[in-house]
């Protein structure tokens, strides 16, 4: 069965840094499969945050570039998204998934909320 789990989030100050973690298991996560972060507002469809490829190689939008770096485990089948300069606008509930994401494999996501 495969399962995504993320963690870290919590209640921030702005300015402050966060990291979070995605535990995978299952068949989703190899060496060979492009993982990212995504984040969804309420009521709003889910956005994607960061990319890493196979190769390591990062992708971001120009709304976290520079603040938000994505690494990965492949020996933890693990990714990672550590997030600094936090804003107010990055409260959001974080998910990662494969890139492109699949719906069948979206966790529970964890919540961060950015105090201004």
């Known amino acids: 069965q495969v399962q995504l789990v993320e963690s870290g989030g919590g209640l921030v100050q702005a300015g402050g840094s966060l990291g979070l973690s995605c535990a995978a298991s299952?068949?989703?996560?190899?060496?060979?499969?492009?993982m990212g972060w995504y984040r969804q507002y309420p009521g709003k469809q889910r956005d994607w945050v960061a990319t890493?490829?196979?190769?390591?190689?990062?992708i971001y939008p120009d709304s976290v570039k520079g603040r938000f770096t994505i690494s990965r485990d492949n020996a933890k089948n693990t990714v990672y998204l550590q997030m600094n300069k936090l804003k107010p606008g990055d409260t959001a509930v974080y998910y990662c998934?494969?890139?492109?994401?699949?719906?069948?494999?979206w966790g529970l996501g964890t919540q961060v909320t950015v105090s201004s």
């Open positions: 998934n494969k890139v492109p994401y699949s719906n069948t494999y």
């Open positions: 890493i490829t196979s190769s390591g190689a990062t």
């Open positions: 299952g068949s989703i996560f190899s060496p060979s499969t492009t």
